[in-house]
């Protein structure tokens, strides 16, 4: 069983940073492919950022294209997402998420139902 714990949230304000991480435990010998989605209360979740498992594929929602970086140390399981110069409308629950296929070392994807296993979340709120 995979598990995803997030951690780094909390509250910021406009134009703050802060550096999310995502710390994958069991069946770490998988290559995984990772995605960071976001939801506010009574909205639909969104993608954030994806990363393959060897880096080497990355994909921003627009939104967040030159403020927000995904990055990955797999010696260490961890997957992090640097967010710059935040926004009020970037305040929601950030979730982790892990897919582990034939593509997930070379490709990064953007569709929650790509993905298997799901971290309970954590919330980031920007304030101005």
């Known amino acids: 069983q995979v598990r995803l714990v997030e951690s780094g949230g909390g509250s910021a304000q406009t134009g703050d940073s802060l550096t999310l991480s995502c710390a994958i435990s069991g069946r770490t010998g998988s290559r995984y492919a990772v995605g960071w989605f976001r939801q506010v209360p009574g909205q639909e979740r969104e993608f954030v950022a994806g990363?393959?498992?060897?880096?080497?594929?990355?994909l921003y929602e627009d939104s967040v294209k030159g403020r927000f970086t995904i990055s990955r140390d797999n010696t260490k399981n961890t997957i992090d997402l640097q967010m710059n110069s935040l926004k009020s409308e970037d305040t929601a629950v950030y979730y982790c998420a892990a897919v582990a296929r034939q593509w997930s070392e070379d490709y990064a994807v953007n569709m929650d139902f790509d993905y298997d296993d799901w971290g309970q979340g954590t919330q980031v709120t920007v304030s101005s």
């Open positions: 990363i393959s498992w060897s880096g080497g594929s990355t």
